[in-house]
């Protein structure tokens, strides 16, 4: 019952002194503000990254491609197509498609006009692992590769600028020097502020075609998409044993190839978000403890002002305890308004910033509950903190001093 009287008597200070209060708390809410804000940035702009890497290589994409050895300045081995059915017919329980792929850029001309773009050279199944459909036309073949057929499939963005909303499926364009027929258009993707991803800017032509043309071979990356992104770790150990088993180890003991997943440096990026947001929390955090002197000052000006209420209540009865307790809490009271009046000033500095955003990309985020949860947490222990002194003050003075107070 105590403790609600105590809550009652801080909120009537506060509201009957409600200049004084802001003026006292004006730190706190800052302080809290900004730490809600820079945990909205940080934690907003780490997913909406990792949404527009997904959008490259999904999260249960693993890659296998060779080692360079230093000596030679070459790989350490080449990687074949039978590699991949050797993959493909012992994993089938966790693969869900695999393929070869090079990359490049290239320069696509049409009409006299020349535009460069990106070059994805592979097998039909690359695109079961970008996850894309075809909107018109149609995919590459296994034929297309057999017979060597010079056929390109466009990303939707590659077929507006280069056709304008006509059909480009039958047309024919120059890449690269030659003559390719388009066969397909993919559908159109989310936009990605990554110009590297699958719905930006991209051709496909069949993995055989880019051999010819450039002479290279054996020098692809292989890529599998698995069925679940929980399997990429035991994905990325079994991919590497059967590659090591058919090709055999170094001469210094490793693996001829790497086998990764862009997923593994998950926690690094982890890291390097957890340590920003702590260093510049910890720079909000200075205006806090800044908010919190001055909290204990004006606390000690309380104390003054309410001397002669002191030495009253002490003369009926109450213990050097209770009035260090009420103090207290009064204290901790003061610090959690000011805290929840942060925490919404935090909202709407958020939302302002989210809107800021949206004007460049699409950004959709909201605040987490632990940051309000350890926001509300650090400004109790503030008042907590900066109180001890004050009503340790109050509750040590003499109550027949007191009531002389003038």
């Not at 790989?75 to 991949?84: E, F, N, Q, R």
């Not at 993995?207 to 399997?231: G, P, Q, T």
């Not at 003991?253 to 862009?262: A, L």
């Amino acid at each position: 019952m105590k403790l609600l009287e105590y809550i009652g008597l801080a909120l009537y200070e506060i509201w009957h002194n409600k200049v004084r209060t802001f003026l006292t708390l004006i730190g706190v809410i800052i302080g809290i503000a900004a730490v809600i804000v820079i945990i909205f940035v940080v934690q907003g702009a780490e997913r909406f990254l990792l949404a527009e890497v997904e959008k490259i290589a999904p999260s249960d994409v693993i890659y296998a491609y060779a080692r360079w050895d230093r000596d030679t300045r070459r790989p350490m081995a080449g990687l074949t197509l039978d590699d991949i059915e050797y993959i493909k017919d012992r994993e089938s329980d966790m693969i869900r498609a695999i393929a070869p792929r090079y990359y490049g850029n290239s320069k696509i001309r049409l009409n006299g006009e020349e535009k460069d773009c990106n070059l994805i050279a592979s097998t039909p199944s690359i695109f079961d692992i970008y996850d894309v459909s075809i909107a018109r036309g149609r995919s590459l073949t296994r034929l297309d590769m057999e017979e060597l057929n010079q056929v390109v499939v466009l990303s939707y963005d590659t077929a507006e600028k280069l056709f304008e909303g006509v059909n480009p499926v039958g047309k024919k364009l120059n890449l690269s020097g030659l003559t390719f027929t388009v066969i397909g258009v993919l559908e159109e993707g989310e936009k990605s502020i990554i110009p590297t991803s699958v719905t930006n800017n991209t051709v496909f032509i069949p993995f055989s075609v880019f051999e010819r043309i450039f002479d290279v071979h054996n020098r692809f990356i292989l890529m599998a998409r698995l069925k679940d992104k929980s399997l990429v770790d035991t994905g990325i150990k079994r991919v590497q044993q059967l590659l090591d088993r058919r090709h055999g180890m170094a001469d210094n003991g490793m693996s001829k190839f790497r086998v990764s997943s862009w997923v593994s440096g998950l926690k690094e990026i982890s890291i390097i978000k957890t340590v920003l947001i702590v260093l510049l929390s910890g720079v909000a955090s200075i205006t806090l403890l800044v908010a919190g002197i001055g909290l204990m000052n004006i606390m000690l000006v309380i104390v003054t002002e309410r001397t002669r209420e002191i030495g009253l209540r002490k003369a009926l009865g109450a213990t050097n305890r209770d009035i260090l307790i009420q103090f207290i809490i009064e204290s901790i009271v003061l610090c959690i308004v000011g805290g929840i009046l942060g925490v919404i000033v935090g909202y709407l500095g958020s939302e302002v910033a989210l809107n800021i955003a949206n004007k460049y990309i699409n950004f959709s985020y909201s605040v987490p509950r632990w940051a309000v949860l350890l926001s509300l947490t650090f400004t109790t222990l503030v008042g907590l903190f900066f109180g001890i002194y004050p009503a340790y003050k109050a509750a040590r003075l003499n109550p027949i001093e007191a009531l002389r107070y003038e």
